[in-house]
């Protein structure tokens, strides 16, 4: 459980779509309802929340199901929150915790994708 924006996020691991997920639900107060039940961060079951002196939010993950990058390693992953409140991976993650030469954008089709040293997905630079 954490809050952010004055919002009580009370978050959980749940098998989602066949993936091991961190769930959350949102309320406006610590007693709830909770609602917005929604997949956070996928195949990221067991993680749990922080966040940075800078404000930026993370999620510790495990990868404990077939659906996952990786395979029971530990990491983390930077996410960030919807207009509507819910949490989702953040598009940009920190190089710090990629691999070199991983791209620094998630989705596909940013105009702003590069590595993490400095080339294009594509490996010109």
Same mark, same amino acid.
């Given at each position: 459980?954490?809050?952010?924006?004055?919002?009580?996020?009370?978050?959980? %691991?749940?098998?989602?779509?066949?993936?091991?997920?961190?769930?959350? %639900?949102?309320?406006?107060?610590?007693t709830g309802p909770y609602t917005q039940?929604?997949?956070?961060?996928?195949?990221?079951?067991?993680?749990?929340?922080?966040?940075?002196?800078?404000?930026?939010w993370y999620c510790t993950y495990f990868?404990?199901?077939?659906?996952?990058?990786?395979?029971?390693?530990?990491?983390?992953?930077?996410?960030?929150?919807?207009?509507?409140?819910?949490?989702?991976?953040?598009?940009?993650?920190?190089?710090?915790?990629?691999?070199?030469?991983?791209?620094?954008?998630?989705?596909?089709?940013?105009?702003? %994708?590069?590595?993490?040293?400095?080339s294009s997905p594509g490996g010109a630079?």
């Amino acid at each position: 459980m954490f809050k952010h924006n004055g919002k009580y996020y009370l978050t959980a %691991a749940a098998f989602y779509h066949g993936r091991y997920s961190s769930v959350a %639900a949102i309320s406006d107060t610590l007693t709830g309802p909770y609602t917005q039940w929604h997949e956070a961060v996928p195949c990221g079951g067991g993680g749990n929340y922080f966040h940075d002196a800078q404000g930026n939010w993370y999620c510790t993950y495990f990868g404990n199901d077939d659906q996952s990058p990786w395979r029971e390693k530990p990491g983390i992953v930077r996410i960030d929150f919807a207009p509507d409140g819910k949490i989702f991976i953040a598009d940009e993650q920190p190089a710090f915790i990629l691999q070199p030469g991983s791209p620094t954008h998630w989705r596909k089709g940013s105009s702003e %994708a590069t590595t993490t040293d400095g080339s294009s997905p594509g490996g010109a630079k």
